[in-house]
């Protein structure tokens, strides 16, 4: 079946150590996002890849980064995890940009940061 | 700013038929988006409006009035099963896709 892979599912953390999570796709997307959301809250898209073409929303911190190596491939590097980046870390995918495609979502990465 | 409202938490029982509203706020309207979200889980699609008026997909339907700002998701024949959070999406002018922070919905037997 066509899916959205995300490892590990749980990951954890000390805090200031840095971390990868991991996306894959078999879904053939041109559009990756990665999104933070936290327990009662809406997702907050941290940025998305249209192909290799990275967009970074200007609210995101410098201490997340993306790398979209190929088509099936994103990771989310946290290069210092702080205790408020405890999160549930979302990837999904769509054919087309733009907001009007229905996006396919993983099953998530829960950080714990100790 | 751009604002999704939701009611944070709905409570039904199990077999009867609940409506969840979701009023938006944003800079041009694009269509908009439900998803379906168990606890720990990812969201999943379930139906999309850009058009006002009703679409039904099985035991949910949802409502669109673009003149208003609202929509609605209704849930028939409540099963235990559709215990979750319900997120309301809102696409906008710019083709940006602004989330609410969701409805949970408790279903009791």
């Known amino acids: 079946d066509a899916m959205v892979i995300q490892n590990p599912r749980y990951q954890v953390t000390q805090f200031g150590k840095p971390v990868t999570l991991s996306c894959s796709q078999t879904l053939n997307h041109n559009v990756m996002y990665w999104y933070q959301q936290k327990s009662s809250q809406a997702p907050k898209l941290l940025f998305h890849y249209y192909d290799k073409d990275f967009n970074n929303e200007a609210d995101t911190p410098d201490n997340f980064q993306s790398r979209r190596p190929n088509t099936s491939f994103c990771f989310l590097d946290i290069r210092s995890p702080g205790l408020g980046d405890a999160a549930m870390y979302l990837c999904?995918?769509?054919?087309?940009?733009?907001?009007?495609?229905?996006?396919?979502f993983g099953p998530g990465t829960r950080l714990t940061v100790l | 700013g751009q604002n999704i409202d939701q009611p944070t938490e709905m409570t039904a029982t199990e077999g009867a038929i609940v409506q969840i509203n979701c009023t938006y706020q944003t800079s041009g309207f694009n269509g908009l988006f439900w998803y379906q979200q168990h606890a720990g889980e990812a969201p999943t699609f379930l139906s999309y409006n850009v058009l006002d008026g009703l679409e039904e997909k099985g035991r949910f339907s949802s409502f669109l009035s673009r003149s208003k700002g609202y929509s609605y998701l209704l849930l028939k024949e409540l099963q235990m099963k559709d215990s979750a959070s319900y997120l309301c999406?809102?696409?906008?002018?710019?083709?940006?896709?602004?989330w609410g922070a969701g409805t949970k919905l408790i279903i009791k037997p």
């Open positions: 999904a995918t769509s054919r087309a940009a733009g907001g009007q495609d229905t996006q396919y």
């Open positions: 999406a809102v696409t906008d002018s710019n083709y940006q896709l602004i």
